[in-house]
């Protein structure tokens, strides 16, 4: 990649970042009001957004987000009022801009009229509000017909720094009309003493131009902060040009200093400091009481080894996670858009963006939460006929927000709409034959349906929802996350889903299970009661194979060493069994040989060198250097129930890559 | 993380795409197996170590030994003498896994012993006869006559190649091995 395509990229992230930030600010806007930092902050983003834009050359964008802007610019002046109608003309200008943007970045052309709406909407917001305000404040100050100025430049260090040319200036100005400088070198000290860093210049100019003050302005548009400027109408006293807050605030944000990283790099690093904490573990194994007596200021520094090292495997997680927010940030505008799509009044709060997660789990969960929010909008909040039928408000609520609860994440999404219709959902699932016309279900389980493959309520198919690709794909994404969701709603009061996520996707606490000489990590979180059965609790059924009586029923028994035919497993009349909940709904009884231990465990892919394994998640090394694999509870059943029938199946698990090997042969 | 980017890069995948097509070389790793000698293109070994005991993989072709952990990264094992159909190898810590670079994949490679590593004239690498019955997708690239001794080079990439062949075989082992299931079988009364 060349370098300019680089910068290119780089760019469009930062817009992407900014873009989602502006989401937030606008309508933060809204509640704490104009003069606060939302606004400065809503200002920095698109100016910055401007000053790359004019860099690569997206006239377009440029042209927009400075018409942005000078809007948001009037506002913290003062002179427009952030009323609800300037905030919607605001949030709208901000997709456009995200559109914009995106046509930049893809380099396909939009149509003319795309962002003219928009266009016109922030100029009359301009226009209209600032008439009463501008006579005696705006106009005196930027006069745009011709005239003669004088302009004072003294450049401070700073400006050269930042890579600015004061004879760049120099020229722009010149190219506005009839130009006389004065060089000022009454600083410049002697040739010994000059410091080659410092700025010792300073500039006057006598300027005639039929530009206007604005023009000249415009010129030292990005000096501005860095410089002491003044701007004077020949005759008129001197006016002094205030910095821009928002310049000196975007060099504040600029000090907090970030980096981007190749997610490999990190990844990598992630993974070394895993080995490191293996060997830790297995020095530490070795430190015994004999050695404690024998080199005490060993034992101890060990020991202080093994603190640095898990502060280490703490800080290296932390890089991998990012804040919820940016995954909300797309959500204000989904909502706002299917709000106007379907003609319902619905409002989108959001709460605890600041949680963080793996970045791993914020890529993959974008989808989903994308799926849920337009679901609840959809189906959720009822038309507002049907609201203020029912004493509700017009206007219905969607609230979307992320916490941490106990060593994992939570995110909700909850809407006061019409909430479930249980009757109905049945209905259609018999239907659709997914379920016998004379089923007998509780709630819960006719909550489950909607988790079925091919459900749906919505009468007519629309292009928000409704086609049947789902909820069930939204529950399988999350699974594969390691996560969980959940569904509980309470007809015309609303629903809430939650789903539930591991803290990072890298560590898992795991029970260590051997079976035949193989060790295997079954996710604690799943795990219900660990139990040393009694032959009479098993017994064996024609066509089912073995069940477990379990409290008050009968679960499945599923033998690790049959399913996953393992050598040397012991077949005992009364195994050990880890009694979980497979994550669809069931509970299974595992049987495994022995149990050696409850860890954290440090996930590591087996897609890398392997094609995928049914029942295998991935697999981690244990403190003795030996792997152990981790399982995916979910298909443990379905390898059971295969095996009953005969129908085994077989993994193409010699890491076959079906296509280019077989273009070779 | 992305094998490639820890271990040295390889220069590439097959024995015949690389340098040693031009200067008209081959520089290999022989090994032993069961008495027979065969050898693997040198560019693709990132590693060679001993034999130290794998993690089985559950329902997998019968070669498919199981994986190790190589600093990190769980490198699965074929058992070559397996994957000629030759039967399993009883591997004692003397064994060997010579580490390859399939495509972007590390594999092991099980053997009996690493012996030498050969430089041969391309043209000095003679093709496999013509036999009765001969597979679809041949596990060899050709012949290497080395004073009394005959190597075959190994074709890595279609090492992995699923076939037929390898399913029916764990098929039947499967079939030799059933397990017990103790049971106290409820009939229906």
Known sequence: MDKLEQFKKTFFQECDELLGDLESRIVALRQEGVGAEPLHAAFRAIHTIKGGAGMFGFHRLVAFAHLFESVLDQMRSGHIAAGDDAIAVILHAADILSDLVQAARSGEGLPEHHDAEAAEQLTRLAGLDRAPAAKNEQEPQVSSGPGRYRIDFRPHPQLLRRANEPLLIVRQLRELGKLAVTADLSRLPAFSALDPTQAYLAWSFELETEAGELAVRRIFEFVEADCDLTIAILGAAPAKVPAKPAASALRQNRRVASIRVDLDRIDRLVNMVGEIAIVQAMISQQTDQKLAVSHPQLVQEISQLLQLTQTLQDSVMAIRAVPVGSLFARMPRLVRELAAAMGKKIELETAGEDTEIDKTVIEELGDPLLHMVRNAADHGIETTAERLAAGKPAQGTIRLSAGQRGGQIVIEIADDGRGLDRDRIKRKAVERKLIPDTAEMSDEEITNLIFLPGFSTAEKVTDISGRGVGMDVVKRNIQKLGGRVSFRSEAGKGSKMAITLPLTLAILPGMIVKAGRNDYVIPLPNIIECLQTKPSQVNSLPEHGEVLHFRDGYIPLVRLGAVFNIRGAAFTPNPLAIVVDDENGNTIAVAVDEIAGQQQVVIKSLRENLDPIAGLAGATVLGDGKVALILVLSELLDLHRNRRSGRFPLNQAASIRPGPARLIA | ?189
């Open chain 2, 1 to 189: 993380m992305n094998a490639r980017s820890m271990l040295k890069e390889p220069a590439g995948g097959s024995a015949y795409s690389f340098e040693g097509a031009a200067t008209g070389t081959f520089q290999c790793v022989a090994f032993t197996i069961g008495g027979h000698h065969y050898c693997i293109d040198i560019m693709s070994v990132r590693e060679i170590r001993n034999w130290t005991g794998v993690t089985e993989l559950p329902n997998t072709a019968e070669f498919m030994r199981g994986v190790i952990n190589l600093r990190g990264i769980i490198v699965p094992i074929i058992d070559l003498r397996a994957r000629f159909g030759q039967g399993l190898i009883e591997p004692t810590p003397s064994h060997v896994v010579v580490v390859v670079a399939i495509g972007d994949r590390l594999h092991g490679l099980l053997v009996d012993s690493v012996s030498d590593i050969l430089t041969v004239k391309r043209s000095d690498i003679a093709p496999i006869p013509e036999t009765a019955g001969q597979s679809q997708s041949p596990l060899l690239d050709g012949l290497i006559t080395q004073g009394e001794q005959m190597l075959a080079v190994v074709a890595l990439e279609r090492l992995l190649d699923s076939g037929a062949e390898a399913i029916a075989q764990t098929m039947r082992t499967l079939d030799q091995a059933p397990h017990e299931e103790f049971s106290n079988t409820v009939t229906a009364a």
